[in-house]
Each structure stands twice: as structure tokens, then as C-alpha cells.
């Protein structure tokens, strides 16, 4: 942290009502990469969450009234700076998350442009007016910001996932309340300390930062004043917080765990889909929610993909995500690699063979190594678990109705892909996916301008894009009355 270049960005506290609030106690963000202390952080706890959200709700009238230009030209100031500051932000998000610098600093552009992106879209927050049933009435509709929002987000995205939930809560005039992971607490501090130079008023964007993950939850899922609660992370998890919010009847946006299926046809072009399958698989050491989690090809093919597929996750390049060269950082601690080497070994066990990998890496406890499964079959754990880590478990198949069967096998429906060249199958194939998002010869679908979120147990709502403004927002409608003369 000492080659910050503005060093005020580094805040081990809080941040409530425009204020840093520290606390008695505090825990320790340590450095994935090398076990080191990044810093040592205040522990908030569930008086000090009370209070944000006591803060969000007194500023909600005054930025809910703001118009949306206003609260567009501060959102904008929050995105240069945030633009401004990329290479500092990367460096912090790389030592508390421990993805490679380049990617860090992708994650703070991608996060920014939500925070662009819907500064612009709140400016056209469109009502609408309904021919009524009869001539003495109107029918107007308005919409209206939801209230207070609630979050909880995750270290695999320590900036993006705030940024995608907040930008859109901003801009339709809700205020927010974060508990971003503990892992990864210090980017969202930044964004908050960058929010403040930006001009956003205090109670607006509030960030509480805490080890009692039970009592700060309960709070910002059942707290009265809170009137919509948005959460990324892990499907039980994301369970247990939709039944806290049903107690106050909170709108409720979910965007939780994935199974990708990453389907490789006879007709595809080999290459791209190397390439699509690398970046969608081994981005952030595959702990994302739409990483493919399993590879199906067809026998035509599997040969000559699983060679190239091969040559490619050879030249990965392991390390401390802050050397140069380093293409895949650590895992997020040593208790995730045991489950990804737990789930490898049950595998092999179950007949599949090893390829690559298949064990942690000498660079420390927090490595995996790139690993390819070949030989696997539906029925094997890794095929229905979400693997978050870098494996590449590969299943061949014969027939595109097989393989349409095989990838909506499972109680996930966040992100599918797939590669053809044949225009007919690649319709068939789009709409007989069961996924929220489908990448077509493409291995990354993320951007602000899209709408992120899946189907079944991977959740609902929509983040990004036009349609991830409703979240945010109440339908009102009006009834005028009394019209005839
Ligand atoms: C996630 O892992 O949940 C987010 C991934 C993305 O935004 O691309």
C-alpha cells in the first residue's frame, strides 16, 4: 500500500452519514497473494448499521427530490474520479482480492461505467398514460425510487458489485447501505471516500463494514425503514436473507450462484472457443458467478479442443497478482482451495482423468493450479457443484438435443454459452437455454449496458441496463377523476 499514489484512499473505517466512523475493535485484511497485513479495519456491528440506515433514510427526501440531472452531474463527478484513481483502486483491490493488476484495474472501469451508465439512464425514468375505461377518468403512471436500499455484497467483485447495485439506487433517488465481504472491505471504503470528494450527499451512499455477518444481516433484511434489499453472493445464503426479508415484505433482488454450461459444437470455430472458454472460465481464478463450470464437447471436436484447450491453460501464468506477467492471482484463502482440491480428487475418484492440474501450487496455500478434467460424465459432483476455482471439467457429448438436456440440468440459470457457426442452431439453441444470460461465440457477456441476472435458483431481478433501474423503483398510478364538465 505505500505506492498509493493518493493514500487517503486507504480508509479502515466505516463510512455513515458522511462520516468515518471507527470502532473499539477491528480485524485484519490480509493479502491473498502472501498472507501479509493489508490493514487493520474497524469492526462495525449492529448499532453502528442502525445508524446508516437512520442516515439513508433522513437523506432520502432531499435526494429523491433532487432532479435527475443533478443527481446525474454527481454521479458523474464519482466516475471521473473514479476513472482518475483507476490505478490506485486497482492496487487495492488486487492486494485485498488477489486478481492480477490488469484485472483489477478492468474490474474498476467496469465498475465505473455502472455508476456512467445509469447517471445518464435516470434522466429517462419514463411514466405512462393508459386510455381509460371510461371518459370522465385518466390513467396516468408514475414511477417513484423504491425508499432506502440495503446490500450485501461479495469479495469476488469487491468494487463492480457495489457499483452495478448502487449506481442504479442513486440514480432512480434511493439511498444505499452496504455491508461489503470483510475479505475485501477497503474498495468499497474507497468508493466511499471518492463518492464524498464527488459531492454525494452524506447519507447517501453509507458503508458499514463488520465481522457479525448475522446481526449486521438481520438488520438490513428486517429493518422497517429499509424498503428493498439486493444481494450477491452464494444460492443458500441468498435463501435465508429472501426469508428475513419477507418479514417486512422488502422488494428483493438476487443474484446468486451458477452452473455454465460452455458448449463447443463440431461446426464452431475451435480457436474462438478456446479463447471464449479461457476468459469466461479462468478470469479471477474462476470465482465468478457466471464462470463455466462445465465444458461440453461434441465428439467431432473434442479431440482438437482439449489439445488447444490444453496448450492455452499451460501458458497461464500463476503468481502475486501485482508482478508483471501474472495472468491468474490466488484463490480467495486456503479453506476455497480445499474445497475446489475436495471436489478434483472426488472426481478423479469417480472416474474422471487429469489432465492438468490437480493440486494446490507452489506459490503458497492460497493457489490452485489451472486443472482440465477430461472423461467426465453428468453424474460426477463436479458436473451439479458450483466449482468457483480454476477447473475445467470437460464432458463430451453427441447431439445438440443431448446437450440442450445435459446443460439445463441443474437448479442453476445465470449464464450459459456456446459456440456455432450455424445461424438455425444458434436460435434453436439461445432460446432452449434455461439461463438468464447466454454468451453466442463469446466468453465474456458482462457490461453495464446489459441486463446481468438469471433464472431458477440463481436468482431474480436485473442489474445493468434499462430494465436494472425497475429494481429500483415503485409503480405508482394515478387515477383522475371527475373529468365530464
Ligand atoms: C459475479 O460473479 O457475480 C459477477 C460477474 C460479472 O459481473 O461479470
Redesign the pocket.
Known amino acids: 500500500m505505500q505506492q498509493l499514489q493518493d493514500k487517503h484512499l486507504l480508509k479502515p473505517f466505516s463510512y455513515i452519514n458522511g462520516s468515518w466512523h471507527s470502532s473499539e475493535s477491528s480485524f485484519l485484511v490480509t493479502n491473498p497473494a502472501t498472507g501479509e497485513e493489508v490493514a487493520k479495519v474497524s469492526d462495525a456491528g449492529v448499532a453502528e448499521t442502525e445508524l446508516a440506515v437512520k442516515a439513508a433514510k433522513d437523506a432520502l427526501k432531499s435526494w429523491s427530490s433532487k432532479s435527475a440531472n443533478e443527481r446525474a452531474t454527481l454521479m458523474r463527478n464519482w466516475f471521473n474520479l473514479m476513472m482518475e484513481h483507476q490505478d490506485d483502486l486497482g492496487r487495492i483491490l488486487t492486494v485485498e482480492q488477489g486478481k492480477p493488476l490488469a484485472e483489477a484495474k478492468g474490474e474498476i472501469a ?1 465498475g465505473a461505467a455502472f455508476i456512467e451508465w445509469f447517471a445518464e439512464e435516470g434522466k429517462r425514468v419514463y411514466g405512462d398514460t393508459i386510455p381509460g375505461p371510461s371518459g370522465d377518468k385518466r390513467i396516468v403512471v408514475i414511477k417513484q425510487p423504491v425508499g432506502v436500499v440495503a446490500s450485501i455484497t ?1 469479495w ?2 469487491p468494487n ?2 457495489i457499483a ?1 447495485k448502487a449506481a442504479a439506487a442513486l440514480a432512480a433517488g434511493c439511498t444505499f447501505v452496504v455491508r461489503p465481504a470483510t475479505q475485501t472491505p477497503l474498495s468499497a471504503l474507497a468508493m466511499a471516500e471518492l463518492a464524498e470528494r464527488a459531492g454525494i450527499p452524506a447519507g447517501v451512499f453509507n458503508v458499514v463494514v463488520g465481522m457479525d455477518a448475522r446481526g449486521i444481516g438481520k438488520v438490513l433484511t428486517q429493518h422497517p425503514d429499509i424498503a428493498k434489499f439486493t444481494f ?1 453472493g452464494s444460492t443458500p445464503v441468498g435463501k435465508l436473507l429472501i426469508e428475513q426479508c419477507a418479514t417486512t415484505v422488502k422488494k428483493v433482488s438476487m ?1 446468486l450462484g451458477g452452473n455454465a454450461p460452455f458448449i463447443v459444437f463440431d461446426d464452431a470455430d475451435i480457436d474462438a472457443a478456446v479463447q471464449g472458454a479461457m476468459a469466461s472460465k479462468y478470469r479471477n481464478a474462476g470465482q ?3 464462470c463455466t463450470n462445465r465444458i461440453f464437447v461434441q465428439q467431432g471436436v473434442l479431440a482438437e479442443f482439449t489439445e488447444k484447450f490444453s496448450q492455452a491453460v499451460a501458458a497461464l501464468q500463476i503468481g502475486n497478482g501485482l508482478d508483471a506477467g501474472v495472468s491468474i492471482g490466488p484463490m480467495i484463502s486456503s479453506s476455497a482451495v480445499a474445497d475446489v482440491d475436495k471436489l478434483v480428487t472426488a472426481t478423479i475418484k469417480a472416474g474422471a482423468t487429469l489432465v492438468a492440474g490437480g493440486s494446490g501450487h507452489s506459490q503458497g496455500e492460497n493457489y490452485y493450479q489451472p486443472t482440465i478434467l477430461t472423461n467426465v460424465t453428468t453424474d460426477m459432483p463436479i458436473a451439479s457443484n458450483e466449482i468457483f476455482g480454476p477447473v475445467s471439467p470437460i464432458i463430451a457429448f453427441s447431439d445438440e438435443s443431448e446437450v440442450l438436456a445435459m446443460a439445463n440440468d441443474t437448479e442453476y440459470g445465470l449464464a450459459a454459452y456456446f459456440y456455432t457457426r450455424d445461424i438455425g442452431r444458434v436460435w434453436r439453441v439461445a432460446e432452449g437455454l434455461e439461463f438468464g444470460m447466454v454468451g453466442i461465440n463469446e466468453g465474456i457477456i ?1 457490461n453495464a449496458a446489459a441486463p ?1 441476472g438469471g433464472v431458477k435458483q440463481s436468482g431474480n431481478g436485473r442489474e445493468g441496463s434499462k430494465y436494472g433501474l425497475d429494481d429500483y423503483m415503485e409503480i405508482k398510478y394515478l387515477c383522475m377523476g371527475g373529468l365530464d364538465k
Open positions: 467496469y461479495p469476488n467483485f463492480a458489485m452495478r450477491t443474484e465468478t458467478c457466471v458482462s446481468f
